[in-house]
């Protein structure tokens, strides 16, 4: 059998010369054979974020103001409490005059930190910006690495880097949720934990602990998935699973479990087909009209009858092994140091009773991947692009959260992976950690074209796993996949196109199947008179912008414009509301039953029956100072016109374009 991988060559070294500089000369070189597809990943990124280049301090990427501009918002917080020689994770600008506690919030300190390094002088819509960029970027780059890592090719780790690059997971994310377009954290824990687990030393034991938990400091999803990926890479290094026949009589209770199934799965077939029945024998009423727990229960006879005829069995690869535990010491230990600050303000957020979590039902969790967004192209394409989104609006299928979309490419080196090359250890430990964490991807219940089958996944029962309940969105697991399906893709290539540019034909398909639409950008709002006002007031106290709401991961009450977020940047002054990923009970209902919050957030409702009166004097027990009005926000403001906010206690000030800036009479 050949080699696993083909070793890359010696560079030769200039006569004569010290061993000191042979050395040095063999690292340039090598250093330099990357050059070609760092500088072609490097415009593959820059290809997606080709308008934004050119207008840094005035765009962001997304079609109308959300996620992206509280990511915004989050530059400057963090940028603006790291001046202050602050954390940042306790807020007094948001949710006035009470604050938040930024700890459970999708913060992005990491990202915050780098753009400082970056931009130390610029604002912090051109810091944003440029992180973001450099993010896109590094996701092909580090991909790269890990791919050249286990192949020591050029060109297929190039395959890995672009696919990884544009995959569905970044280019449909870059629509507003930056946290997660920032994915290059992955490869780099995988690169770091393989490495580790090849050689432990002292430096690679720190880079791994650091590695991790600088990923707290990023996103709280990819800390889970990067945890989850380094066991997976650790329990699979030194032995694989593999599935035996069990012999003996246990094979008949198999085949009975399995007709069992089949008739619950004909029932259900039945049921589906006809509208279902409602039967009373005896005078008992029996509604066969659903199929959820059909399907659950034929779930759970075809796993018994598998559990009855295999068993696992484990098989050592030869050669390879485990770091000792005492070697695990340096990286648990930098972990632990690193996550320190936010370990603490988890403790005392927790003894305040700040902490807030998501309610967990059986049936009404956010959804998994849908199985038919596997086949269905790429939703972000140049040219097929808008088909491949039709398709998913006509079923209701999120081209965000649900879509599954690997590349042909990736399919194809998967495939392969699975039937030639399966029994080679680091090619079975990419197939574990791609099964593992499609497996969690398809959520609590397996969808098809829009269609809850009912067909239970391991979601449903890790959704109630203390820590993994709040990674609550399932499909995001999805990323994982990707990098698995671009590692192995690189693998596949490398063996079956071993000459020097081996690979050439695979990258040029990936590139045609895979180009992507460039990234639509949003005008951020202008700094205008209104903004100015308020700065330049001596008047103490918060700023209540309608249309106004709260807003967390789980909902919103009222009708948050988050283009006050940018306003804020200007003005500086606390705001009533705003959006964190997590809020606190105690705060909502605060707000709720606060009388102008209350009001504030029924008339920003466009939904809501009710239209109470604003009241200054309302406003003075909250600590509110200004009022604001969009009036091209909505319509119904319209019913609050000058006259009736004077008579209730407001002082018109000024107005710019559709906004207007009353006093709140009695502030001081």
């Known amino acids: 059998m050949p080699p696993a991988y083909a070793s890359s060559p010696s560079l030769p070294s200039p006569p004569g010369a010290p061993f000191a500089l042979s050395s040095s000369w063999r690292w340039l070189r090598r250093a330099a054979a990357h050059g070609v597809p760092v500088a072609c990943l490097t415009a593959v990124g820059l290809w997606l974020m080709l308008p934004l280049t050119s207008r840094l301090g005035s765009h962001v990427p997304g079609v109308f103001p959300g996620d992206n501009v509280t990511f915004v918002w989050n530059t400057w917080w963090f940028r603006r409490a790291f001046g202050a020689h602050s954390s940042g994770l306790w807020c007094d600008l948001l949710f006035a005059p009470d604050g938040t506690s930024l700890l459970l919030h999708t913060h992005t300190i990491l990202q915050t930190a780098i753009g400082v390094l970056l931009c130390p002088a610029g604002s912090a819509v051109v810091a944003q910006n440029v992180v973001l960029i450099a993010g896109v970027v590094a996701n092909g780059i580090c991909t790269y690495f890990l791919a050249f890592h286990y192949t020591r090719r050029l060109t297929p780790s190039l395959v890995a880097g672009v696919m990884f690059a544009w995959s569905a997971f970044v280019t449909v994310h870059l629509a507003g949720h930056f946290n997660l377009v920032h994915a290059w954290v992955l490869p780099v824990a995988a690169l770091c934990a393989a490495r580790f687990l090849e050689r432990p030393s002292a430096a690679r034991g720190t880079a791994l602990g650091g590695s991790l938990a600088a990923i707290a400091y990023a996103d709280y999803y990819f800390l889970v998935y990067a945890l989850a990926l380094t066991a997976l890479l650790t329990l699979t290094r030194a032995a694989a699973l593999r599935l035996e026949r069990r012999q003996g009589s246990r094979r008949r209770g198999a085949i009975a479990l399995v007709v069992l199934a089949g008739a619950m799965a004909l029932l259900a077939i039945a049921i589906v087909w006809t509208g279902g029945w409602i039967l009373r024998p005896g005078g008992i009423t029996i509604s066969m009209r659903g199929t959820r727990s059909l399907a659950f229960a034929s779930t759970a006879a075809l796993l018994a009858a598998?559990?009855?005829?295999?068993?696992?069995?484990?098989?050592?690869?030869?050669?390879?092994?485990?770091?000792?535990?005492?070697?695990?010491?340096?990286?648990?230990?930098?972990?632990?140091?690193?996550?320190?600050?936010l370990t603490v303000a988890a403790v005392v957020l927790v003894g305040t009773g700040g902490y807030a979590s998501q309610p967990i039902f059986w049936q009404s969790s956010p959804p998994g991947i849908d199985l038919i967004t596997i086949v269905e192209g790429p939703p972000r394409h140049l040219i097929f692009g808008e088909l491949v989104t039709m398709l998913y609006h006509?079923?209701?299928?999120?081209?965000?959260?649900?879509?599954?979309?690997?590349?042909?490419?990736?399919?194809?080196?998967?495939?392969?992976?699975?039937?030639?090359?399966?029994?080679?250890?680091?090619?079975?430990?990419?197939?574990?950690?791609?099964?593992?964490?499609?497996?969690?991807?398809?959520?609590?219940?397996?969808?098809?074209?829009?269609?809850?089958?009912?067909?239970?996944?391991?979601?449903?029962?890790?959704?109630?796993?203390?820590?993994?309940?709040?990674?609550?969105?399932?499909?995001?697991?999805?990323?994982?996949?990707?990098?698995?399906?671009?590692?192995?893709?690189?693998?596949?290539?490398a063996r079956r196109a071993p000459h020097r540019f081996g690979g050439a034909g695979w990258l040029l398909f990936l590139l045609v199947e895979s180009f992507p639409h460039?990234?639509?950008?949003?005008?951020?709002?202008?700094?205008?008179?209104?903004?100015?006002?308020?700065?330049?007031?001596?008047?103490?106290?918060?700023?209540?912008?309608?249309?106004?709401?709260?807003?967390?991961?789980?909902?919103?009450?009222?009708?948050?414009?988050?283009?006050?977020?940018?306003?804020?940047?200007?003005?500086?002054?606390?705001?009533?509301?705003?959006?964190?990923?997590?809020?606190?009970?105690?705060?909502?209902?605060?707000?709720?039953?606060?009388?102008?919050?209350?009001?504030?957030?029924?008339?920003?409702?466009?939904?809501?029956?009710?239209?109470?009166?604003?009241?200054?004097t309302d406003a003075v027990a909250q600590r509110v100072a200004f009022l604001v009005l969009n009036r091209d926000a909505l319509p119904?403001?319209?019913?609050?016109?000058?006259?009736?906010?004077?008579?209730?206690?407001?002082?018109?000030?000024?107005?710019?374009?559709?906004?207007?800036?009353?006093?709140?009479?009695?502030?001081?």
């Open 306 to 341: 598998g559990a009855l005829s295999y068993r696992l069995r484990r098989v050592p690869f030869d050669g390879r092994s485990l770091p000792l535990p005492s070697e695990w010491r340096r990286p648990a230990a930098v972990f632990l140091l690193v996550m320190l600050p």
């Open 636 to 668: 119904r403001l319209r019913s609050l016109t000058r006259s009736t906010l004077e008579a209730q206690g407001f002082r018109f000030v000024l107005a710019d374009g559709a906004r207007e800036l009353y006093a709140v009479e009695g502030s001081r």
């Open 394 to 493: 006509g079923v209701e299928i999120s081209s965000i959260e649900q879509s599954g979309w690997l590349s042909l490419v990736g399919l194809v080196g998967m495939w392969l992976a699975v039937i030639r090359y399966r029994d080679q250890p680091d090619v079975r430990t990419w197939l574990v950690v791609a099964a593992v964490f499609f497996a969690i991807a398809l959520g609590p219940f397996i969808r098809v074209n829009g269609v809850d089958t009912g067909i239970p996944g391991p979601f449903a029962l890790l959704r109630y796993v203390p820590g993994l309940s709040n990674a609550r969105m399932p499909g995001r697991a999805m990323v994982v996949v990707q990098l698995a399906a671009a590692i192995l893709a690189a693998m596949v290539v």
């Open 518 to 616: 460039p990234t639509p950008l949003y005008a951020l709002p202008r700094a205008d008179a209104v903004d100015a006002a308020i700065a330049a007031s001596p008047v103490k106290g918060s700023v209540l912008e309608m249309p106004a709401g709260i807003r967390d991961g789980f909902g919103m009450v009222g009708g948050l414009d988050h283009r006050m977020l940018i306003h804020q940047m200007r003005h500086e002054r606390p705001l009533v509301g705003g959006f964190v990923a997590r809020l606190s009970r105690p705060l909502r209902d605060h707000y709720l039953a606060a009388p102008v919050f209350a009001a504030a957030f029924a008339l920003s409702d466009p939904d809501s029956p009710r239209e109470e009166p604003l009241r200054a």
